[in-house]
């Protein structure tokens, strides 16, 4: 049985939470990657991937409201309207990343992995041993074990 090791890429392009968002949307269009795992010395502290990075070229939307009793009520919460204005003015990695992301171990098994990705709608899985990012596991890597 295939596992994530089996297909990974071991050699990782990574980035920093002070990596300027042009700098990184530069290094995913250039690589031709979908998402760059996020790293503070060894330590996987986020992913930062090609929709984080889209997110800046939206407008900034109005919630939603109703009003009851002479009362407004937002539909969305003033917590997501704050998050969404910071990833839109985001001028580094770490203002715009998706912190603590999903990670899956080495021997975990290929059918899991496409399950994950399909289900959460994930594109790129950093792949995590002892602690340390070890490699990284796109659709893409998925998909040629069908070619097999």
Request: hydrophobic share 45%; aromatic share 2%; glycine share 6%.
């Amino acid at each position: 049985m295939l596992t994530a090791q089996d297909i990974m890429t071991s050699e990782v392009i990574t980035v920093t939470p002070d990596t300027p968002v042009n700098q990184a949307a530069q290094l995913l269009v250039d690589k031709r990657i979908n998402a760059a795992p996020v790293v503070e010395g060894e330590k996987l502290v986020g992913i930062i991937c090609q929709s984080d990075l889209i997110v800046q070229q939206k407008s900034l939307p109005l919630p939603s409201f109703f009003t009851l009793l002479d009362g407004i009520i937002p539909l969305k919460s003033a917590k997501h309207l704050e998050k969404e204005v910071a990833k839109i003015a985001a001028a580094t990695v770490g203002q715009a990343m998706t912190p603590n992301p999903v990670v899956i171990a080495p021997d975990t098994p290929i059918s899991q992995v496409a399950a994950l990705m399909a289900e959460k709608k994930f594109h790129t899985l950093p792949v995590v041993a002892g602690g340390e990012l070890v490699g990284i596991v796109g659709k893409e890597d998925v998909l040629r074990t069908l070619m097999d």
